[in-house]
């Protein structure tokens, strides 16, 4: 398996891109929970699943909703959507949800709207095009993560992590785009590029 | 006149240098990479337009805004960010700033922007 790497120069310009992409995607998100959420930057790395895996256990959260989306194209990978029972709950509270059903509907169409707005406008940065699956969602707890499917489909991934943060609502989700071996040359030939262009 | 970009990521102030230079043909631009190198910059060189990120590690837009217009009353503050939610861009022109805009900026809107400050 050839092992690949992003530059400095090609993290940043993908840590802009996300950080673009996100912005809309809360926007969105936003006006949907008539919230305000504070941004974070986004986080950049190329991994090995087994470090992946260990990624997500630092979420510390014993049980929390776990929803996943694929999307597909020249940049083809899988959002994951995590947020846990507290937030979940928070959720629940602030949109006046009364029963668990409306609580799994809510965070499948909150994981929708944020995933592929998301994916969607870092693709069009990226001048292309991706199309979805439905989102999946699952409650699961933390030392099940590995037998998840969703990610026995990679082997490296390049991991771009990032918040969701409605502070006053106290609710916070994370969330990862992944994405496939056979995507990142080509993501690396497109980040360089852009960069190219500007110079 | 004299331009400050602050941005932490390097494509962003690339990109904002050339949409500046492709309007103005002798724009003196420093940079800086979050707020607290902008405020050393606003000390120095006392920049006439500032364009501002607010997602910045060690001092974040938000916090830099205030203190720049602090320095330099007169200096004029342009939020370049891809925060787009309502309640952020209130938040920007509470502060002092004089336009949120939403990120990336290219030639037109660059020139969009120099027409109405």
């Known amino acids: 398996m050839q092992v690949f790497d992003l530059t400095e120069d090609e993290k940043d310009v993908l840590q802009e891109l996300m950080n673009v992409a996100y912005g809309n995607a809360t926007a969105v998100v936003a006006e949907m929970l008539d919230a305000f959420a504070s941004l974070s930057i986004p986080n950049i790395k190329v991994i090995q699943t087994d470090e992946l895996l260990a990624t997500f256990s630092e979420l510390k959260s014993e049980s929390y909703f776990f929803s996943t989306q694929a999307f597909n194209g020249e940049f083809k990978g899988e959002s994951a959507f995590f947020i846990n029972q507290t937030s979940a709950n928070n959720l629940a509270k602030h949109l006046e949800l009364e029963s668990s059903e409306d609580l799994d509907d809510a965070i499948l169409e909150l994981t929708n709207v944020l995933t592929s707005t998301l994916t969607t406008k870092l693709s069009q940065e990226m001048d292309t095009e991706v199309s979805f699956s439905l989102p999946s969602l699952s409650k699961i707890p933390l030392q099940e993560i590995g037998k998840t499917s969703a990610f026995k489909h990679y082997s490296q991934v390049i991991v771009i992590d990032t918040d969701l943060n409605f502070q006053d609502q106290q609710i916070h989700g994370k969330i990862f785009i992944l994405t496939k071996d056979e995507s990142i040359q080509w993501l690396k030939t497109k980040l360089n590029s852009i960069l190219e262009l500007l110079i | ?117």
Do not use: C, W
């Open chain 2, 1 to 117: 006149m004299k331009y400050l970009v602050v941005d932490d990521s390097k494509l962003a102030r690339l990109s904002l240098v050339k949409s500046l230079k492709a309007n103005i043909e002798k724009a003196e631009i420093f940079q800086a990479v979050n707020g607290v190198e902008a405020l050393k910059v606003m000390h120095s060189e006392k920049p006439n337009i500032v364009f501002l990120d607010l997602t910045m590690p060690e001092m974040d837009g938000y916090e830099a805004l205030p203190k720049l217009l602090e320095i330099n009353a007169n200096a004029k503050v342009v939020v370049v960010s891809a925060d787009i939610q309502t309640k952020a861009k209130e938040r920007v022109i509470a502060l002092g700033a004089q336009l949120h805009m939403q990120k990336p900026i290219n030639a037109d809107k660059m020139k969009e922007i120099l027409d109405i400050i």
